[in-house]
């Protein structure tokens, strides 16, 4: 059954770290870039970072650069998110999900994990 | 940074045709794609490369773009179509950056 499921969510106060994992399943997963993609509240999706399928490269969006890290481990499988001095605008559903067909930031997003929540709260 | 820019929502009842835009500058010359997302669910692709549906898309959804928007148009809706709806592009001239559309939400009247 191809899926990717993240865990590692939970409620953090500002400034803590917390890191995310994407565990795949049913495919290649070191044939893939992996992207990671947000939603706060209520709000629209926000793309966040991709990893390169073999690590070679990696991209953050503004909001998070310098402040979250992008890795994989591609004899478990899994994907990560370390997210350091974090904010309350952290706040959000964070989706691992990667891209199939075409180039790796240029193809559509066609496998999503179910999300993981994170809270970010004093 | 490049902007896409969504209506917050578009009515329409069954049976009749929903189109969404998604306005960009040159979008045209970007591949856009297209997701649908149901409450507390995540994103399900729908229209990808402008014009192409996955397997196991109805043949009511497709795709178009012209210009600086992207359209997005339901045919024969149903119920069941009730979500929200985003675009997405990648601003590869900047850091490999991937782009959303503020999300439109569609209402079967």
């Known amino acids: 059954q191809v899926q990717l499921v993240e865990s590692g969510g939970g409620v953090v106060q500002p400034g803590r770290s917390l890191r995310l994992s994407c565990a795949a399943s049913g495919f290649t997963f070191s044939a893939y870039g992996m992207h990671w993609v947000r939603q706060a509240p209520g709000k629209g999706l926000e793309w966040v970072a991709v990893m390169w399928y073999d690590g070679s490269e990696k991209y953050y969006a503004e909001s998070v650069r310098g402040r979250f890290t992008i890795s994989r481990d591609n004899s478990k499988n899994t994907l990560y998110l370390q997210m350091n001095s974090l904010r309350a605008e952290d706040t959000a559903v964070y989706y691992c999900?990667?891209?199939?067909?075409?180039?790796?930031?240029?193809?559509?997003?066609?496998?999503w994990g179910q999300g993981t929540m994170v809270t970010v709260s004093s | 940074s490049y902007v896409l820019t969504q209506p917050p929502s578009v009515s329409v009842a069954p049976g009749e045709t929903a189109r969404i835009p998604c306005g960009g500058n040159?979008?045209?010359?970007?591949?856009v794609h297209w997701y649908q997302q149901k409450p507390g669910q995540a994103p399900v692709l729908v229209i990808y490369y402008d014009n192409d549906r996955p397997s196991g898309i109805p043949e009511r959804f497709s795709g178009s773009t012209s210009g600086n928007t992207a359209t997005l148009t339901i045919s024969r809706v149903e119920a069941g179509d009730e979500a929200d709806y985003y675009c997405?592009?990648?601003?590869?001239?900047?850091?490999?950056?991937?782009?959303f559309g503020g999300g439109t939400k569609l209402t079967v009247l």
């Open positions: 999900a990667t891209v199939r067909v075409g180039p790796i930031t240029g193809g559509a997003f066609d496998m």
């Open positions: 040159y979008i045209g010359s970007k591949s």
């Open positions: 997405q592009v990648w601003d590869s001239d900047t850091d490999h950056r991937g782009v």
